[in-house]
Antibody, heavy 123, light 106 residues
């Protein structure tokens, strides 16, 4: 059974960089046909897709966050990571990692496996 | 950017009822639409992809339809476990979620 687990600091100071890692178990991050993505949800609000990465390193980012986001992958550790810089209080949210199904050249995909989420507060 | 608008925002129903949630896209997304169920404190759960394809393990009382700009999620014979918040997501161009529909017990 595929499992995803987010890890990282729960508190980040304004203007600094938010860094999270997602560890994948029960399957290989190098599987074809899957991207690996991040979605966030501010407290009491809806979902926002942040971006996704293929094991080769190809990435797609939400255009509204693109200037501040970087997603990377470490196939040797079966992990992928999120960096969001210049954070403000508006970036306070639960951050989910997820397996993202899409064709290689598709900009969008849907998520069938999710991590439990981790709350990151900016203060 | 493609905007997704769900209606209603809140829906009250009883066990055994059938309910329908609507999702409208600001431009055509063909059938590149997914539906998720989310319960408080939990990750979203995929229900439907490609507008009408039922994810493995999801009960058949959940069904999706639509194409282009208008889509629906129907839950027939509501069960106690179905009371949750539902989100649509377009993945035609990048990805955008609707604002959610909270389904609560009447």
């Amino acid at each position: 059974q595929l499992q995803l687990q987010e890890s990282g600091p729960g508190l980040v100071k304004p203007s600094e960089t938010l860094s999270l890692t997602c560890t994948v178990s029960g399957g290989s991050i190098s599987s074809s046909s899957y991207y690996w993505g991040w979605v966030r949800q501010p407290p009491g609000k809806g979902l926002e897709w942040i971006g996704s990465i293929y094991y080769s390193g190809n990435t797609y980012y939400n255009p509204s966050l693109k200037s501040r986001v970087s997603i990377s992958v470490d196939t040797s550790k079966n992990q992928f990571s999120l960096k969001l810089n210049s954070v403000t209080a508006a970036d306070t949210a639960v951050y989910f990692c997820a397996r993202d199904l899409r064709s290689y050249l598709d900009t969008g995909g849907y998520a069938d496996y999710w991590g439990q989420g981790t709350l990151v507060s900016v203060s | 950017d493609i905007q997704m608008t769900q209606s209603p925002s809140t829906l009250s129903a009883s066990v055994g009822d059938s309910v329908t949630i609507t999702c409208r896209a600001s431009q055509s997304i063909s059938r590149w639409l997914a539906w998720y169920q989310q319960k408080p404190g939990k990750a979203p759960k995929l229900l439907i992809y490609k507008a009408s394809s039922l994810e493995s393990g999801v009960p058949s009382r959940f069904s999706g339809s639509g194409s282009g700009t208008e889509f629906t999620l129907t839950i027939s014979s509501l069960q106690p476990d179905d009371f949750a918040t539902y989100y649509c997501q377009q993945y035609h161009s990048y990805s955008t979620f609707g604002q959610g529909t909270k389904l609560d017990i009447k």
